[in-house]
């Protein structure tokens, strides 16, 4: 990799706390996935802008399990592999919600400040 | 839903780890699987594919670690191992373990215990429905010296009748019946109640039904038996309906069984106060209920009505009683509106007043005593507690050194002190499990709901309290001490040779201190209490207990109905009695001189308007003389005053003194019933007069007693008799010479006299013994803190006694500096107790018989004891300073 790519790309450290579960959230109210796909998914949908590695994604989606808004199920893939994928649970649904709700203030708020509106 | 989730999970992480192990590793290895391939399919080599996706794993160990993390169960699991270091870390140090943990238990032993008992007497609601809404209503002749009296049937009846505050009210009186029909004749306490008791209390029976109101208008003979009763005459509640029970050889049907938890009246009542075993309607007759109006019998029960208070119910009874002697007979009203002193009053009481008054002092007694008890033991752990804290700092710091957390410290020390906590909380759980049925056996069978008392939920909470806190306040102060003090200063020694903190040192001896202010607090209400025990138990009665024993006989009126047949039967019993080897005299009295609670109004001859109240004393042959009384002047009843010659009477001394204070008493004349014109009763002629004697050893108030000859219609007596020698070994004998005259007799009680005045003080007896084992665990526990806080002391000073000795000091400077230290906390501690009890002794002069709240005796022992043990307590932490070796408290550094 090289030091450009660091430079463009965001680790979720940088990113505001508890926006790496809102991402999480997001991406499997469209479809139950496996962990793998998730972090692809993530990055094609930002532009290769967000790159979250297992080192930050595994940690997260146990949490998020362990928080009991989203699920985990065992399925063999077509070779014959054990495949943790994981789906979005009601009260997760409900999380997204607010946590969507929570960054849509929190960005206006800071785009505000940011990007003073022009004329 | 979520919490459970969230559990299920987490107790999956915990104790399906391999699973959860292995789950982790498949699902990391599908994620480098596909990455690899991805990579492939990008164009890189196998081995290029595979090294990118393990680097960009970032090390799976630690991956792995952060999941577990994400689940939550770290804390879970470092918290077991913590649990599992502490278990060792204590194994280590088995005094200070088994000390902390002992005294713990202990003190949450008997807290327990006592908090139970307590709870249950005074303050747990009363096993009726809305108990609240239940009252205790009492009338009451202040003016004729009777305050506080049960209901007479008339009154009750109007109060009943008119009254706009109750919704409902019911009457009771205790009676002792002759039982027959189950099982052996034998005598028992009954309870003549009126139909509406069962509907006022909210209780009705468990088996079969209670009885109505008709039935008990029309004296109908019907019995509904308690659940303990019914059980052990008829071997089951099945059984026991239907049957027929005889009452005094009248037969009953029984026709209703209580609940098994029922238990009523309530031991200890102000009136009425013996549980019963079987209920009959009260069946009142017309005299009863219109002529009967001095007959203070029935305690009566009420529930307020929804909307009403009880000062207001109160005011409600108050002014229907100014009005129902306009409803007594003629002659009664006549009579009474003769006396000025006569005024109705009554008291409204929430019911539980009933049965709390006489024991709320005791047992708030006991419970300050215990959690004093508590509060010394507590400041033993949280001294030794302390001391092991401060001794372990330089561990501390080093762990830090080496990384440990502050957090992690903390939670290290907090949970040594839940360990020590929980099993000493534990113990104490079982010890009061244990001791609560000894407490009750023990109990005074006057204390309320003896049968209700058992572990409940508020103990258990407050023994999770008690246990959960201590750690916490123990513990985190020395380590708090330890952050502060900067950990580089504790590694390099220096929290070893400085002796430590004045603040840590302050607070140490300050809890010392305390616990020597709270004993001596404690070993002198004990002291107090075993004087005025002592005191209660020598009293002269009045008359010379020993080698006296009674036999209660109440002879049944239906069968026994004619006054001959009585008389018959008690001459016969009498004579044959006094054959029997061993009996060296025998009489009967309607009462013992100390039971006797038949209160009577007297007027006396040549003071009209003067009404005295005393109780009576009927005598047969030469009772007087039986009980060796001590005659003051005239002389005794004699077998010769009978019933015809003219009436003789003699008096107690405080009668005497009352209405004669200056003349000569004998010769005089005094009669029952009130000073009227119309008064029937005739004139008595005073004796002799004889010392008082007490009802209760430890009553001071000397009563006013009359002696008469027996009226051959008293149907109840007790058969006394003087023995040669051990007076119980006559029991049987007695037994069988009565059932020889009537086989079919249920002979009460059999006890010597001093078995019955030795009962009369059992409260006092129960309270003082587990004061007295209190004041010796307070000693106990004292001890232990002061032992080792100088124990303690000298450890931190050993290397100073190094030095100084090295430097030439003398051994013996050595123990007087460890002799003064240990002088001066138990001395400040001592002073302090002193001034405290000076004060609070003072609540105790109630409970106290002819022994002073500030009795000398005892305010120069508790002190000496205290003293002395302080000094024993000493010895070893002085010897061990004594014995000092310079060199090896040197070397030590």
Redesign the interface.
Known sequence: MLLSDIDKTMKPNDLVQGTLSLLILRILALEPT????LS?RLKQLSQDVLQV???SL??????L????WI?AE?LLSDTK????FYSLTK?GRKQLASQTADWKRLSGAISEIVLPARG | MRWFTKWRLRFQSLFDRSRVEGDLEDELRDYIDREIEREVGAGATPEEARRRALSSLGGTERLKEECRDARGVRWLEDTLSDVRFAVRTLRKAPVFTVTVIAALAFCIGVNTAIFSVVDTVLFRPLPFPDQDRLVAVTEGVPGFGFPVLPFSCPDYLFVAAHNQSFAATGTYRTQSYEISGAGLPRRLTGARLTASLFAVLGVSPAYGRAFTQEEDEHSKRVAVLTYGFAQGAFGGTGQALGRTIFLDRIPYTVVGIMPRSFSFPIAGSRFNDHPAGVFVPVSWSGEDRQQNVSNFDYSMVARLRSNVTIARAGADVHRLLQRVVENYPPKMRDALSHMPNFSLESQTLPFREEFTGKVERPLLLLLAAVGIVLLIGCADVANLMFSRMVGRQREFALRTALGAGRWRLVRQTLIEGVVLSVTGGALGFCLAFWTLPLLVRFAPDNLPRLSEIGLNWRMTAFVALVTLATPFAFCLGPLAHTFRSGLVNQLRGEGRTTTQGKHQRVMMSAAVITQFALAFLLLTTAGLLTRSLLKATQADPGFRPEHLISAQITLPITVYKAPAQIAGFFDRLLSGLSTLPGVRQSGAMSDLPMGSTSNVLISIEGQSGNTERADTVFCRGNALELLRVTLLRGRLLQPEDQIGKPHTVVISEALAKRVWPHGDPIGRHIRFGVDIANNGEPWLTVVGVVADVKARLNSDSPRSLLFLTWPEWVNQMNVVVRTSGDPLLLASAIRRQINRLDPSLAVGRIETVDQILEKSLSAERFRTRLLICFAIAALLLAMLGIAGLLAYNTAQRTHEFGVRLALGADRRALLLLVLTGCLRLSGTGIAVGLLVSIFATRALASLLYETSPHDLGTFIAVPSILAFVALAASMFPAWRAVHTDPMTALRAE
């Open positions: 496996h962990g793998w796909a692809q590695g297992p080192g595994y940690p997260a989606l146990h949490k399990e362990q928080e009991g699920s065992w592999r054990r495949v943790k009260a």
